[in-house]
């Protein structure tokens, strides 16, 4: 069976009324016939049904042991941080998402925890880098915002080497377009606020381990910690992950169409999308993609903060906002936004120019997106001609 079936159908009817929609079970707490005897369900952080439906429904999806779902992508990132202890070490991914990286460097590193940030596009530099006190190795692929792409099987094999689990955030592709379990990883972190709930409504995280062990200390983490997705969520959720692949593939087509559209612009410095053939590590991508995503960056030739901000206030169809991946497009400045926590030099570092501009694509015509971007790269460019002349 296909997985755009399989998803839909491995929801299951309601058992007890029929409702081919989950039901949402509001509440938070659960009659028992007698001290610990129960239907399976005591209190809701602990358990809830709807959101029993939506772990099953992203185990499924990633071919894992089992699913969690918390309040945030950052809940659910938060989550997997707390397998460790002081003394332990990070090795993770440059190009890190800001969210992320300001968890690790300042709640986790006062706790005595050592965060190293490599370039990963080259698996040499993590196996340079790991050592015995490596826990966990941290990739996103493709990166937020500059699309790098890793070598998922490799970087597993240079962490299991080690000791170490390896933790990819999965975020940009969603399970609709790459499986990391299926490559080694051992741990898979989503934003479901993203590509998996997919519409701008709902803010969710999910994990997804590979083993038991680490299923049960999930699960610890998850009742201790109480960073729960409550169940009109989760129900949001779901919706949104039947429509997946259908939003998905439309997604990627106006992607790509855009991504080549602005090779052909003088104005362009960088165009960043794993589709393009000269994008470093195309094939990689290739390989453990089935297709390149819907997010595209750029960066001006003009590379200042300036140029971006005039170009990302000139779109209609495009709306500047933080986030991406659902339905409408959106485009944001991740200089002074999804990045603005990073410190300069740590995020110039990274590859993340001061112009560099984000792109969300979503499921409207190509055609008008193009024009959308089009008339705005031609108010930037005469906003910039007019200054010159005064």
């Not at 080497?161 to 969603?174: E, H, I, M, P």
């Not at 919706?239 to 612009?265: F, M, P, S």
């Not at 779109?315 to 991946?325: N, Q, Y």
Request: glycine share 6%; charged share 20%.
């Amino acid at each position: 069976m296909r997985e755009e079936t399989n998803v839909l159908h491995h929801i299951l009817a309601d058992p007890l009324t029929g409702a081919i929609s989950t039901p949402i079970y509001q509440t938070s707490t659960f009659v028992q016939e007698a001290p610990g005897v129960n239907q399976g369900y005591d209190y809701a952080r602990t358990n809830n049904p709807t959101r029993k439906v939506l772990e099953e429904t992203i185990t499924s999806l990633e071919e894992g042991a089992a699913g969690f779902a918390f309040a945030s992508g950052l809940a659910a990132v938060d989550a997997v941080a707390k397998l460790l202890q002081a003394g332990d070490e990070v090795i993770a991914v440059d190009d890190i998402y800001g969210g992320s990286f300001r968890l690790f460097q300042h709640i986790y590193q006062k706790f005595g925890i050592t965060i190293k940030y490599v370039d990963t596009t080259d698996p040499e530099n993590v196996a340079r880098e790991i050592s015995s006190r490596t826990r966990l190795v941290w990739l996103e692929t493709p990166t937020n915002p500059t699309l790098k792409v890793s070598d998922i099987q490799t970087i597993a094999d240079i962490a299991h080497g080690a000791g170490a689990w390896l933790v990819v955030d999965n975020t940009f592709a969603s399970p609709a377009l790459q499986k990391p379990l299926r490559h080694g990883a051992d741990i898979v972190v989503h934003s479901a606020t993203k590509y998996l709930a997919g519409h701008s409504d709902v803010l969710a995280g999910l994990v997804v381990v590979d083993s038991e062990e680490l299923a049960e200390k999930i699960k610890f983490i998850q009742n201790a910690t109480g960073g729960v997705l409550g169940p009109w969520d989760c129900w949001l959720t779901l919706r949104g992950i039947q429509t997946l692949h259908l939003r998905l593939e439309k997604q990627c087509r106006n992607a790509a169409a855009i991504a080549q559209y602005l090779t052909t612009l003088p104005s362009i410095d960088k165009v960043y999308y794993p589709g393009l053939e000269n994008h470093k590590n195309h094939d990689v991508a290739s390989s453990q993609q089935t297709l390149f995503g819907a997010v595209v960056s750029f960066s001006f030739k003009h590379d200042t903060v300036e140029t971006a901000n005039r170009f990302v206030t000139s779109t209609h169809l495009f709306k500047l906002a933080e986030s991406l991946g659902g339905v409408k497009s959106l485009l944001c400045h991740p200089a002074t936004m999804t990045h603005g926590s990073t410190p300069t030099d740590v995020r110039r570092a990274a590859g993340i120019q001061d112009s560099l501009v984000r792109l969300s694509c979503g499921i409207e015509h190509a055609d008008d997106l193009i024009a959308d971007l089009g008339q705005a790269f031609s108010l930037t460019r005469l906003s910039f001609a007019q200054k010159a002349i005064i």
